[in-house]
């Protein structure tokens, strides 16, 4: 069936005349800053007694009139003024939505979002509120403005003040009349301090998390999932454009050219051959490659591609000394198999080809659930591993969850992971409560077992499957990040990876401030490579958009080492939300586009489908997930490397195919390895005590 994608994207009208805004040197009640990188040539001949040189900012009240004050007609075919344009409008989808009584606050990458008030789904604990954010664009997509409408999800106001709770240690984020503000800021500026002290806290209500819903006794249900978000997201924005864009108040700033979200121009739109996507299993009894597209049905039928080196696996567990009858239930199946009419695990051993036996004597048990670690490392010290001949891997059962509200709780597994680690075995944690519903559901236990028999054969060292189509002799560097709210730092790590084989290399991490520490393990990564094989590229995959200082020393070291190879950047992020989306109108009402779609939203910048949707497909599994696509944006230091008009869809191709490398889960990923294994990395790796082994560094152990 041909698809007809739609988007997010709402096309408005460019003004019969540009607005005359207002601009002053001073700053006023009602003005706001025009920062100095959008000082054109028009502005600085109004203040031609000014020094501009030495000024950041400069103010406008944009089209409320200053006594005296000069003002300029705004060009809209300059692009700073273009930029003072934007702020305009987004000044107007501001100001509309205040005077409506509803909170406008900013997103995290500073566009406008509202929270409109649900009419259902409130209770006496909270309030609850659907987020819409705006981002404006202009000729993007077509030759017209763009006002791109995101869902951003919801938030849960309580209905208890902040000056009625006692627990205010687990107050984060609080809404204030119209606006939100964070309760532990730091008063580290006037400003900040001014507002602080005039807040009246009757009046200040904190936004739902999960720690202060716990100390507040507040029932916690279980998230809503829906298992398409495209129909929910679609449906969302649908109804708050008709409901609140689509009027004629609303079209006096907005005058939309047509109400309705526009379709995706024929020629933005293309496709990755799936076949690209092909990977490769282990050969059959004849020595014949098996090869397969997808592997939640490869892994049923086909052997890995690669057992671990050592064949003789060890398993032990570490649990609490009231859980050890239910781990003799879990052993069995993990080894044996489930019990249950339709079975697609038939036991570690059939399914991941690997022959593992229990360890006894390394079992290790503990009495004190909130503080195991100095009992495990008492019989840790008493025990003797033959490391020389065994492989071994040690299961823990978490008596906590990941989401238990205790930060000592959830460092418990890192402490673990980090000790066996160091003793040079593999850990996989397992959640007690889970692990009980799932021994009493035989039919569903065996999709977890069969993701823990994936990810426990990659951390010893095998490959459940590699690309099939190697064809390009290129390095590809990933460089992932992770935000530890907790500590408010990112930490970041690369992962490296040959493109002959997609097969994972090694990692380093290091504190986002390193940023030399990071180019000089990229510069390594390249040395190591081009010393034994000829490179058509360099190709890094960053998880933001590269800035000039994190490239220059890079470039810099393929310089020093006398490589005359392309060098090529992709900033991937992941489209959660405040961003551009498109969806596919003729696809029985599921809307998720074939995978390996691309759509190019601006130059070098494109949209990429992942999923598990491929043409010709009869029927698709909810179980498989409906992921949104991803933002891709290619650039290159050298001048000449997009001469080749087939670059680019390599490039695509390339994040296309390393997408289908993941081995935590059978499940397929919108976003590649090269971002997703840093991401891992970087979000446990600097929560160890003492570092990572250097001879841990080019092992999976992080699934």
Same mark, same amino acid.
């Given at each position: 069936?041909?698809?007809?994608?739609?988007?997010?994207?709402?096309?408005?009208?460019?003004? /019969?005349?540009?607005?005359?805004?207002?601009?002053?040197?001073? &700053?006023?009640?009602?003005?706001?800053?025009?920062?100095?990188?959008?000082?054109?040539?028009?502005?600085?001949?109004?203040?031609?007694?000014?020094?501009?040189?030495?000024?950041?900012?400069?103010?406008?009240?944009?089209?409320?009139?200053?006594?005296?004050?000069?003002?300029?007609?705004?060009?809209?075919?300059?692009?700073?003024?273009?930029?003072?344009?934007?702020?305009?409008?987004?000044?107007?989808?501001?100001?509309?939505?205040?005077?409506?009584?509803?909170?406008?606050?900013?997103?995290?990458?500073?566009?406008?979002?509202?929270?409109?008030?649900?009419?259902?789904?409130?209770?006496?604990?909270?309030?609850?509120?659907?987020?819409?954010?705006?981002?404006?664009?202009?000729?993007?997509?077509?030759?017209?403005?763009?006002?791109?409408?995101?869902?951003?999800?919801?938030?849960?106001?309580?209905?208890?003040?902040?000056?009625?709770?006692?627990?205010?240690?687990?107050?984060?984020?609080?809404?204030?009349?119209?606006?939100?503000?964070?309760?532990?800021? &730091?008063?580290?500026?006037?400003?900040?301090?001014?507002?602080?002290?005039?807040?009246?806290?009757? +009046?200040?209500?904190?936004?739902?998390?999960?720690?202060?819903?716990?100390?507040?006794?507040?029932?916690?249900?279980?998230?809503?999932?829906?298992?398409?978000?495209?129909?929910?997201?679609?449906?969302?924005?649908?109804?708050?454009?008709?409901?609140?864009?689509?009027?004629?108040?609303?079209?006096?700033?907005?005058?939309?050219?047509?109400?309705?979200?526009?379709?995706?121009?024929?020629?933005?739109?293309?496709?990755?051959?799936? /076949?690209?996507?092909?990977?490769?299993?282990?050969?059959?009894?004849?020595?014949?490659?098996?090869?397969?597209?997808?592997?939640?049905?490869?892994?049923?039928?086909?052997?890995?591609?690669?057992?671990?080196? /050592?064949?003789?696996?060890?398993?032990?567990?570490?649990?609490?000394?009231?859980?050890?009858?239910?781990?003799?239930?879990?052993?069995?199946?993990?080894?044996?198999?489930?019990?249950?009419?339709?079975?697609?695990?038939?036991?570690?051993?059939?399914?991941?080809?690997?022959?593992?036996?229990?360890?006894?004597?390394?079992?290790?048990?503990?009495?004190?659930?909130?503080?195991?670690?100095?009992?495990?490392?008492?019989?840790?010290?008493?025990?003797?591993?033959?490391?020389?001949?065994?492989?071994?891997?040690?299961?823990?059962?978490?008596?906590?969850?990941?989401?238990?509200?205790?930060?000592?709780?959830?460092?418990?597994?890192?402490?673990?992971?980090?000790?066996?680690?160091?003793?040079?075995?593999?850990?996989?944690?397992?959640?007690?409560?889970?692990?009980?519903?799932?021994?009493?559901? +035989?039919?569903?236990?065996?999709?977890?077992?069969?993701?823990?028999?994936?990810?426990?054969?990659?951390? @010893?060292?095998?490959?459940?499957?590699?690309?099939?189509?190697?064809?390009?002799?290129?390095?590809?560097?990933?460089?992932?990040?992770?935000?530890?709210?907790?500590? /408010?730092?990112?930490?970041?790590?690369?992962?490296?990876?040959?493109?002959?084989?997609?097969?994972?290399?090694?990692?380093?991490?290091?504190?986002?401030?390193?940023?030399?520490?990071?180019?000089?393990?990229?510069?390594?990564?390249?040395?190591?490579?081009?010393?034994?094989?000829?490179?058509?590229?360099?190709?890094?995959?960053?998880?933001?958009?590269?800035?000039?200082?994190?490239?220059?020393?890079?470039?810099?070291?393929?310089?020093?080492?006398?490589?005359?190879?392309?060098?090529?950047?992709?900033?991937?992020?992941?489209?959660?939300?405040?961003?551009?989306?498109?969806?596919?109108?003729?696809?029985?009402?599921?809307?998720?586009?074939?995978?390996?779609?691309?759509?190019?939203?601006?130059?070098?910048?494109?949209?990429?489908?992942?999923?598990?949707?491929?043409?010709?497909?009869?029927?698709?599994?909810?179980? &498989?997930?409906?992921?949104?696509?991803?933002?891709?944006?290619?650039?290159?230091?050298?001048?000449?490397?997009?001469?080749?008009?087939?670059?680019?869809?390599? @490039?695509?191709? +390339?994040?296309?195919?390393?997408?289908?490398?993941?081995?935590?889960?059978?499940?397929? +990923?919108?976003?590649?390895?090269?971002?997703?294994?840093?991401?891992?990395?970087?979000?446990?790796?600097?929560?160890?005590?003492?570092?990572?082994?250097?001879?841990?560094?080019?092992?999976?152990?992080?699934?």
């Amino acid at each position: 069936m041909q698809e007809h994608l739609k988007t997010n994207i709402l096309n408005f009208k460019w003004p /019969n005349s540009a607005p005359t805004i207002y601009l002053t040197l001073e &700053d006023m009640e009602g003005s706001h800053p025009i920062h100095k990188s959008k000082f054109s040539r028009q502005i600085k001949e109004v203040f031609p007694d000014a020094d501009l040189s030495n000024t950041d900012q400069i103010f406008t009240t944009f089209t409320t009139e200053i006594p005296n004050a000069p003002s300029i007609k705004l060009n809209l075919v300059d692009g700073r003024e273009l930029r003072i344009y934007k702020q305009f409008l987004k000044h107007q989808l501001r100001s509309y939505f205040k005077l409506k009584d509803y909170i406008v606050v900013k997103n995290f990458v500073g566009d406008v979002q509202v929270w409109m008030p649900s009419l259902k789904g409130n209770t006496e604990h909270y309030n609850l509120y659907y987020k819409f954010s705006f981002k404006i664009l202009f000729a993007t997509l077509t030759d017209l403005p763009e006002l791109v409408v995101s869902y951003d999800g919801t938030s849960k106001v309580l209905t208890k003040s902040v000056k009625e709770i006692e627990e205010t240690e687990y107050i984060k984020r609080c809404v204030y009349g119209q606006k939100t503000f964070n309760y532990q800021m &730091d008063l580290d500026t006037e400003e900040k301090e001014e507002f602080y002290n005039t807040i009246q806290f009757e +009046q200040a209500y904190p936004i739902f998390n999960l720690p202060l819903a716990r100390a507040l006794n507040i029932p916690i249900e279980e998230p809503d999932r829906p298992k398409n978000r495209y129909q929910k997201y679609v449906t969302l924005i649908t109804n708050f454009a008709e409901k609140y864009l689509f009027t004629e108040e609303f079209k006096v700033l907005f005058p939309f050219k047509q109400d309705a979200f526009i379709d995706v121009p024929g020629n933005r739109i293309n496709h990755i051959n799936p /076949n690209l996507g092909l990977l490769e299993f282990g050969k059959d009894q004849y020595g014949n490659k098996k090869t397969h597209l997808v592997p939640k049905k490869a892994m049923n039928i086909l052997d890995p591609y690669r057992r671990p080196n /050592n064949q003789n696996i060890k398993i032990f567990f570490i649990c609490h000394t009231s859980h050890k009858d239910s781990v003799l239930a879990f052993y069995q199946n993990l080894k044996e198999g489930v019990n249950t009419e339709k079975n697609y695990y038939k036991g570690l051993e059939a399914y991941v080809n690997i022959k593992a036996t229990a360890s006894k004597e390394h079992f290790i048990e503990f009495t004190n659930e909130n503080d195991p670690i100095p009992e495990i490392v008492e019989q840790l010290e008493t025990l003797t591993f033959d490391h020389d001949n065994i492989k071994y891997a040690a299961f823990y059962i978490s008596p906590f969850d990941k989401f238990t509200p205790h930060p000592d709780d959830r460092e418990i597994y890192i402490r673990i992971k980090e000790l066996f680690l160091n003793e040079g075995i593999v850990t996989q944690v397992v959640d007690y409560e889970k692990m009980i519903v799932n021994i009493q559901d +035989q039919y569903n236990f065996q999709f977890s077992l069969q993701n823990m028999a994936l990810a426990i054969h990659a951390k @010893l060292g095998g490959a459940p499957w590699k690309l099939a189509v190697t064809d390009k002799k290129e390095l590809v560097i990933g460089v992932g990040a992770f935000t530890n709210q907790g500590e /408010n730092r990112r930490y970041i790590a690369s992962a490296f990876s040959f493109q002959n084989n997609g097969l994972f290399r090694k990692f380093e991490y290091f504190d986002q401030s390193e940023t030399d520490l990071l180019a000089g393990s990229i510069c390594k990564a390249i040395r190591d490579f081009t010393s034994v094989a000829e490179a058509d590229k360099v190709v890094i995959h960053f998880y933001k958009e590269m800035s000039y200082e994190e490239l220059k020393p890079i470039i810099r070291g393929m310089h020093t080492l006398g490589l005359k190879i392309p060098l090529y950047i992709l900033n991937i992020n992941k489209t959660e939300a405040e961003d551009i989306i498109a969806y596919d109108l003729n696809w029985n009402k599921k809307l998720m586009p074939v995978s390996g779609t691309y759509i190019r939203i601006s130059e070098n910048q494109f949209l990429l489908f992942n999923n598990a949707r491929y043409p010709n497909s009869q029927r698709y599994a909810d179980t &498989d997930g409906y992921p949104f696509p991803i933002k891709i944006k290619v650039s290159s230091p050298d001048e000449d490397a997009f001469e080749d008009a087939d670059v680019v869809l390599e @490039l695509l191709t +390339q994040v296309y195919q390393f997408s289908r490398l993941y081995w935590k889960s059978l499940r397929q +990923q919108n976003v590649p390895i090269t971002i997703k294994y840093p991401e891992m990395v970087a979000q446990i790796a600097p929560r160890f005590n003492n570092g990572v082994p250097d001879d841990a560094k080019d092992a999976l152990w992080f699934l």
